[in-house]
């Protein structure tokens, strides 16, 4: 069913075209936040269509929107159905750029993937970025819930991908170190205190160390670690693809 032409945009589907298919989620959710939200990020003059910061900027209202356990989270069919019939325009708006009609797997994938990659699909992302970012407020309640952290992943889209599509994203732990390490507020701090003549690109720096970290707790136990040393691995392993990158020996 999910064809070019939907992937194009010229072909629509409705809850009646779907209903043979559609499983009750078991509790009712009143998704007019996101669509205002989405809206109001449509209607503004500072983010482009197809711009990570849509992402950021969406990221707190559907993440609090959408309740969600994580298990519920886990369920593929809940966002396929938001992405192809709930909100496939927020979908083409965001994502239309990689539709090639000759190879649709990327754009086929915004709509389709889900599940246990937390990588693809255009709203599971970003709900997984948030559910793994976020800080929880003093009082508990999810409008206390703290994103800055969030926005900053999902504002810088090489951070958020190459986060999102390796596993020790799911230590929540990990993810925070990274966030925090690697945005972009601080390498441009760390490039502006002039250590390095030639610094290597933001993306660059977290695209290496991101990878290093992966091949480094192919040999540590992750849950074993203290925060901390988790915080002095990531700075170190940034701090090294810095000084190569640059030409430093």
């Known amino acids: 069913m999910i064809d070019n032409r939907f992937l194009a945009g010229d072909r629509e589907f409705t809850e009646d075209d779907l209903r043979p298919y559609l499983q009750p989620l078991g509790r009712s959710i009143d998704l007019s936040p996101v669509d205002e939200r989405i809206e109001e990020i449509r209607a503004g ?24 356990t994580r298990n519920e989270a886990a369920d593929a069919g809940l966002w396929h159905y938001l992405c192809v019939v709930r909100f496939p325009e927020f979908v083409h708006y965001r994502w239309d750029h990689v539709f090639d009609p000759e190879s649709p797997g990327n754009m086929e994938e915004k709509f389709l993937k889900a599940g246990t990659d937390a990588y693809s699909n255009a709203l599971h992302r970003i ?3 948030a559910e793994l970012t976020y800080e929880e407020g003093e009082s508990g309640d999810v409008e206390d819930r703290d994103y800055s952290r969030t926005k900053q992943v999902l504002g810088f889209q090489e951070l958020a991908n ?9 230590y929540i732990p990990v993810t925070h170190a990274c966030g925090d390490l690697l945005c972009h507020d601080i390498l441009n701090e760390i490039k502006e205190e002039g250590t390095y003549d030639d610094p290597p690109s933001n993306s660059n720096i977290v695209s290496r160390t991101t990878t290093l970290l992966r091949e480094e707790l192919t040999v540590r136990r992750v849950e074993m670690m203290e925060e901390d040393d988790i915080v002095e691995t990531v700075e170190d392993l940034r701090d090294d693809v810095m000084r190569k990158e640059a030409g430093w020996a």
């Open 45 to 68: 003059d500072d983010i482009d269509a197809q711009d990570s910061l849509i992402d950021a900027e969406l990221a707190p209202t559907l993440h609090r929107t959408l309740d969600l």
């Open 127 to 129: 709900w997984w970025g």
């Open 162 to 170: 190459d986060i999102l599509d390796h596993d020790f994203a799911r």
